[in-house]
């Protein structure tokens, strides 16, 4: 039985202030959540704000992004090493939007899943079609080539740390969610081509989250299906009511 993870990505949003509120108000709600992986992905300068505020909770931290290399000249980069300082846990790795406005490609993306890996940092790797891909009957190429680059040389043995996130680029932000049978045939989809890659135990053990337009009122539909582990959340991680009210939605 596979634990549902559900992750507030707050993307550009929150000065620190602002980011110790929200996280303050979702320990209220949510300090001692067994039963689901909480985590909450601030914007770089509120890591350390958010992991003092959670500290003594089960609720995780995550960051946005995470450089490939070690240390040394990579300007406005931050390294595996300075996120485990702040108790980072999980890392989003190749979200939609670092693809489409910073060019980040699946031969990067995968660079930093597997150096978050050897890190012991949990990636939480996102795939997902645009419109335009969807609408040409290109949704399967598309994922299945962002999920076999993505995690290219990463061992069966990884597949029960790492999460990946199946995020319709033309769902992300615009309210218009994927239907639920949408969405679980595209997550059902991915656990095949991880099935082909690495084998049965490894994709019966890694958790698929749903992202796209999640929130309290479509939560119960999406995460009730077989394949659907979870979800990335955006908009609604950054209001603490609504976002504990997806996380109890996978209770
Ligand atoms: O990382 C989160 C996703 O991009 C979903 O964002 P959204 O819930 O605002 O659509």
Redesign the pocket.
Known sequence: MRKKII?G?W?MNKTVADAVELANNVKLELADCKEVDVVL?PPFTALKSVSDVVSETLINVGSQNMSSEEDGAYTGEISHGMLKELFVRYV?LG???RREYYKENDFWVNKKVIKALEKNLRPIL?VGEKLEDRENGNTEKVVEVQVREGLKDVPASAYTELVI?Y?PVW?????KVATSAQAQEVHAFIRGIVKDMVGAEAADAVRIQY?????AANAPELLSQPDIDGG??????LDATSFAAIVKAAL
């Open positions: 992750a990505n993307k992905c989003i979200h939609s939007e996102c996130a995020e769902a992300i932000g615009t309210g992202g796209g337009s999640m929130k990335l959340i955006g908009g609604a991680a």
